[in-house]
């Protein structure tokens, strides 16, 4: 259905592209003007950057249903951000993965500053997440059912890794979130919500424990042995 409108509304943006870049023009000879430029040169530029930004704006505000629409995988993006950005600071990352006794996660992410489950969701353009007092807010509906499930996954595999490695490890539990309208990161009912681009700076800006190479490298072998991978 989504797809169907940005089809039939296709005439509406190009109309309305229109209409900015005409301002556009009007803008761009006056500030040729005031600024002893080519008058007409002037107008067509700044049109022309207007039509393009406007387009481009249009373009990235499609884009980021992709995953939301079925058309990507939100963990194959937010894998990808943590490969790139982590491995080479000595975290390593772990995909697909099944916490005994509990659901399956997307990422567990292991490194110097401490341990992180991160998941992947995504939500229609219209719904609104936000942070209401203590209380998390998916659009019009509470959020604990989706932060309790992360939360509780992140808690019991802290104990898995704990007993069998030996090493304490406390575990915080992060969401990606792909689409829906999340206008700065949200932290409610013991779940962090931000977008794929931000996890990385996330998990290194806050160390939540100070582990050397040797107990790193401990952990991520007893990750690897207790959690069956998901096909």
Excluded: C
């Excluded at 040169?41 to 629409?69: I, P, Q």
């Excluded at 079925?70 to 600071?89: K, Q």
């Excluded at 292991?110 to 939500?123: C, F, K, R, S």
Aim: net charge positive.
């Amino acid at each position: 259905m989504y797809e169907q409108f940005w089809i039939k509304e296709a005439g509406e943006r190009r109309k309305a592209r229109a209409v900015k870049a005409a301002g556009g023009l009007v803008v761009g000879v006056l500030l040729g003007y005031r600024f002893g430029l080519n008058l007409p040169l002037a107008g067509v530029v700044t049109a022309l950057l207007v039509a393009a930004a406007d387009a481009a704006w249009a373009w990235h505000s499609y884009n980021a249903t992709a995953v939301w629409r079925g058309r990507r995988r939100g963990e194959t993006i937010t894998g990808r951000l943590l490969r790139r950005r982590l491995r080479r600071r000595g975290y390593h990352v772990l995909d697909g993965r099944a916490v005994p006794g509990q659901a399956s996660i997307d990422h567990l992410v292991i490194g110097p500053g401490g341990v992180w489950v991160v998941d992947n969701e995504a939500w229609d353009p219209d719904t609104e997440i936000a942070r209401y007092g203590d209380r998390l807010f998916l659009g019009e509906k509470y959020g604990t059912k989706v932060a309790k499930a992360l939360v509780d996954v992140s808690t019991s595999l802290a104990e898995v890794l704990t007993r069998e490695s030996g090493v304490e490890v406390t575990i915080e539990p992060l969401l990606a979130v792909h689409g829906g309208r999340l206008r700065r990161t949200v932290t409610a009912e013991g779940l962090t919500l931000l977008k794929p681009r931000l996890v990385t700076r996330w998990i290194l800006s806050g160390p939540r424990a100070d582990y050397d190479a040797q107990q790193v490298e401990l952990l991520a072998r007893t990750a690897a042995r207790v959690l069956r991978r998901m096909n």
